[in-house]
Structures are given as structure tokens and as C-alpha cells.
């Protein structure tokens, strides 16, 4: 079983750190993926790529038909954007799952689907904040999870790690130097052991998924950060839980029939989550605020209708 990592040469957030991860001991040339160039440490396996990092679909896959040995998680390198052009470091999984088929999406992925989340992120976001402390990034840069969101589709359990938000920080080789620790320390090629392994450490086995709140989904990240033994599944912000406004009676009672995409949305996403924690305590946490009634009314009712079980912050203690 083995991990990839993927960059992209035309971003400065992905190459940046890819370069600085690649110069630290264990790397040798390994076998290319048609044009794209691989490095082999232990178990990992670096792919450097020369197109948009969410375009190149099925790397797990092809990667596998080409060499035989099977993905265990993938790991994307890459810029973050934000309007606020504030400094990040950010870690999120993949997926577009509120949208219909057909519909188009200009960051890749297929509508109506979601990876297979990597059990490392909520490690890795500890983790982070910790390296990024010790490279005195805090508080110029903002440590954070981002909601599930955009491509490329791929099968195995997946993670973006990114550099955010402007060019100038993209460039920024503290920060390139961060993640590098990041990967190399989180993957145990220090020796010391991965981190975020769910196969060998899964003894805790509650697992969140986010539903509601803005896309940097702070209500969940809050739990993250502080319980330690917390997993992490999707993370779908008010945006990918689409809810058309259901007529009222004069009562103020809800009508049947809410319509939208966030049945499927939740579903895809819940289905993706189990899949990633074989054996895993799945339970939902709502971000309550963030909902108006006859939101948060639909989504327990339909939550309890799928078994899925609902958790309150106390829950993942």
C-alpha cells in the first residue's frame, strides 16, 4: 500500500513545497506515469504533473494499471484562493456532491460525487497548526479546514493541503517549508510513524460530518481542535446543502416536499465517509446557527430516516 502525493509544476503553492519536500533525505527517481515523473521514498510516491492539479482524474488508478501497487490515500498539493486575500494554510477534502447531473463544474470532479475522505485531516490540521507555529507563521497566516469542495475525481481516500490566498503567499517559502514538514512528518518518513493512519489507530472511532456553517466551517473545526481523538469525514457548508424554500401555512408549519439537491448532497457524502472508516462511529454535527428551523428540521428528520446519527459537541469527546 502506498501514498501518493501529487503537484502540479504551473502552481507555485503545489511545486513549491513538492521541491522542498523532495530535498529532504530517502528520494530516488521512480517509474513515470506515461509523461508524468514520480519519486519513490518508503511508501510514498511523488507525482509531478504539468497540468491544473484538479483536472488530472483517476491518478489512483492509473497509477495502479501502471505499476501494480495499490493507492492507499492521495495527498494534493496546491494554492488556495479567498476575496478576502487573507494568508492560509488549509486542509479539506473533495467533492461536488450537491450538484446535478449534467450540471457543469469549472473545478473538476462529476456531479453527485464525493472521494472517499482521507482519515488524515483532522491530524494533519492539529499538526499543522503546530508546525506553523514553530515556523512563526501564527498569527500571520490563518491555520484552517475548508469544506468539501471541487475535483479531481479520484477513488482512494483524498486530501488537499494548500497555501492560500495571493500569489505573493503561494511563493512564500517559509510556508512551502511548512507543508513540506507537514507531509514528511505526517507520513512518518522521519521514521517516527504516520500520523492519521485510520487502519492502524482507529481504537477511537468517532467520526464528524460537517453539515452547515460557512465554507471554513469553524462550528466543526472547533471540535477538531479540540478533541484529539476526533476523525474527520466531509465537511459540506450551507452553499452544498441547496434547499428550496418551502411554502408556509398560516401556522408557520412546514410543507412537504423540500426541494433541492441536500438529500443527495448528504447521502453521497455520508456514503464516502463510511467508506473511508471502516468500522467507524459516523455521526453528523450540525453547525445550528447556520440553519433556519425548517432547515434544521429537514435535515434531522432525513438523517433519522437514513440512521445516520446525529451528534452534539459533547458526543465527540
Avoid at 243 to 259: A, L
Amino acid at each position: 500500500m502506498v501514498t501518493l502525493v501529487v503537484a502540479t509544476t504551473i502552481d507555485p503553492a503545489s511545486i513549491g513545497p513538492a521541491s522542498a519536500l523532495l530535498s529532504m533525505p530517502g528520494w530516488h527517481p521512480g517509474p513515470p506515469l506515461k509523461d508524468i515523473p514520480s519519486y519513490v521514498n518508503g511508501q510514498v510516491r511523488l507525482l509531478k504533473h504539468d497540468h491544473s492539479i484538479v483536472s488530472e482524474d483517476h491518478l489512483d488508478k492509473r497509477w495502479e494499471e501502471s505499476t501494480g501497487e495499490v493507492v492507499d490515500d492521495v495527498i494534493f498539493l496546491s494554492k488556495h484562493t479567498a476575496v478576502s486575500n487573507r494568508p492560509a494554510l488549509t486542509v479539506h477534502p473533495i467533492g461536488i456532491p450537491h450538484l446535478r447531473e449534467g450540471e457543469v463544474s469549472n473545478s473538476g470532479g462529476k456531479p453527485g460525487w464525493a472521494a472517499p475522505p482521507n482519515p488524515r485531516i483532522a491530524s494533519w490540521l492539529r499538526l499543522l497548526k503546530k508546525i506553523a507555529q514553530e515556523h512563526n507563521l501564527i498569527p500571520e497566516f490563518e491555520i484552517t479546514m475548508e469544506a468539501t469542495h471541487h475535483g479531481p475525481e479520484i477513488n482512494s481516500p483524498t486530501m488537499f493541503v494548500e497555501i492560500g490566498s495571493t500569489e505573493e503567499y503561494w511563493k512564500r517559502q517559509d510556508a512551502a517549508q511548512a507543508i513540506a514538514q507537514l507531509v514528511w512528518e505526517g507520513l512518518g518518513l522521519g521514521g517516527a510513524g504516520d500520523i492519521g493512519n485510520w487502519n492502524k489507530n482507529n481504537d477511537k472511532k468517532k467520526v464528524l460530518l460537517g453539515l452547515g456553517g460557512g465554507h471554513y466551517v469553524p462550528r466543526h473545526m472547533d471540535i477538531v481542535l479540540k478533541e484529539d481523538n476526533v476523525w474527520v469525514g466531509h465537511l459540506l457548508s450551507g452553499y452544498s446543502l441547496p434547499m428550496e424554500d418551502p411554502k408556509q401555512t398560516n401556522e408557520g408549519k412546514e410543507v412537504n416536499g423540500i426541494g433541492g439537491t441536500w438529500k443527495q448532497a448528504i447521502k453521497v457524502s455520508y456514503d464516502a465517509t463510511c467508506s473511508a472508516f471502516p468500522g467507524g462511529e459516523i455521526m453528523a454535527h450540525l453547525d445550528q446557527k447556520s440553519f433556519k428551523s425548517w432547515q434544521k428540521n429537514a435535515i434531522t428528520s432525513f438523517l433519522n430516516e437514513q440512521n445516520i446519527k446525529i451528534g452534539k459537541p459533547s458526543d465527540f469527546s
